[in-house]
């Protein structure tokens, strides 16, 4: 059977010469009627001139889709950067018939290096107008880089349909991993509720996943609402979201560069889910912890020293309990049997860190992966 669609949107997808396997490095999708949007991005001070165009309309809260051009991050660039992704919103939007300043603008991969203007300009013109219903699936597979595969989500809420789609798998610690994550829905909600609650899950989502420490130029997350299935419920919707963004989270972690376990630490026990998240963020960021998760080596050390780093005077040792899945390796004593049922659990493709701090009721959970050969040797050639 089937999976539903969100009514109302078109897409265009598209090979314009910037992937060299000949694969679709262009994605345009778009609503055919009019939309309330909410938008977050990078906070990189290297921010590219795709972001910085989609920030001067942010205000508006009316953008109808968004154009993606993968494996050129069109960023450094000048002020021809600037003019290139100005151009290029320009085309994609007489493409779709709506307006420029309605139009996202989203860019992924090198750094440095203009667009190919005169590949697009050419690709662009012999395309159609985007068709409906959306083609989602090609659309998630046109925005990869790096990643191994598509990224994409379907829920339901009520009578409307939400899909989401993300690609991303290395230069990733959001800041607001190369990573770009869009939504699109029928429902109606008001366009500050959307934004409030885009916000919140993003906080919750994508704002706690880290790959590598690196946060990207070209970060871009948006939801695009046309309301053609009549309004919803928020606070429904707003759970049916974090559902979609959790799964497409835990996606990007377990396709992150080179890995090959899914990293979960849930921290409990905090004074504030900022404190969770901070000590959580340093665990599933720590090479130390990363590299033992990989080669399934029980040092559950690594994860204290990770917690330790943490410039925190609350954090208190004795108050602190660690453990791997259902398995408590501090403060209680891992013997030589407590490490090999440790060392059996770490050779699983997911691994669930559990710390609880001892200081009150607030909680957060960080997602990322392990550290692999394969890691270094993508990205020491990532341009040759």
Not at 264 to 285: H, I, M, P
């Amino acid at each position: 059977m089937d999976q539903p669609l969100p009514a109302g949107f078109r897409s265009r997808t598209a090979h314009l010469g910037l992937k060299e396997d000949g694969a679709q490095d262009f994605a345009l999708v778009v609503s055919e009627a009019p939309t309330v949007s909410a938008a977050v991005y990078t906070k990189s001070r290297f921010a590219g001139p795709s972001v910085l165009l989609n920030r001067a309309t942010a205000d508006r809260r009316d953008a109808r889709g968004v154009v993606v051009v993968s494996r050129n991050a069109n960023v450094a660039t000048g002020t021809a950067g600037a003019a290139d992704a100005a151009e290029l919103r320009r085309l994609a939007a007489e493409l779709a018939g709506v307006e420029p300043e309605q139009l996202l603008v989203a860019s992924t991969g090198v750094i440095g290096r203009r667009y190919p203007m005169d590949a697009i300009r050419t690709g662009l013109a012999a395309l159609g107008e985007p068709q409906a219903p959306a083609d989602f699936d090609a659309a998630a597979r046109a925005i990869m880089t790096t990643d191994t595969r598509p990224k994409t989500i379907r829920l339901t809420c009520g009578d409307a349909v939400l899909v989401g789609i993300a690609k991303g798998v290395g230069m990733i610690e959001p800041d607001m991993a190369t990573l770009l994550t869009f939504f699109f829905t029928d429902a109606a909600i008001d366009p500050a509720e959307l934004d409030a609650v885009f916000r919140r899950v993003v906080d919750r989502s994508f704002n706690a996943l880290s790959i590598d420490t690196d946060t990207s130029t070209s970060d871009t997350a948006a939801i695009f609402a046309n309301g053609l299935a009549g309004p919803v419920d928020p606070a429904g919707f707003e759970r049916v979201l974090e559902r979609a963004a959790l799964a497409l989270v835990r996606e990007i972690a377990s396709d992150g560069e080179g890995a090959g376990k899914l990293v979960e630490v849930r921290v409990t026990g905090a004074g504030s889910a900022a404190q969770a998240k901070r000590v959580g963020k340093a665990v599933v960021n720590s090479p130390l912890v990363k590299t033992s998760v990989h080669g399934a080596d029980p040092n559950w050390g690594r994860v204290a020293m990770a917690v330790g780093k943490v410039d925190d005077p609350a954090l208190d040792p004795a108050l602190i309990t660690i453990g791997y899945g259902e398995l408590e390796v501090y403060p209680a004593e891992a013997d030589e049997s407590v490490l090999e049922r440790l060392r059996a659990y770490l050779s699983g493709d997911e691994v669930v860190i559990g710390i609880d701090l001892g200081l009150g009721e607030e909680r957060f959970t960080v997602y990322g992966c392990d550290l692999t050969a394969g890691y270094v040797e993508l990205n020491a050639g990532y341009t040759s």
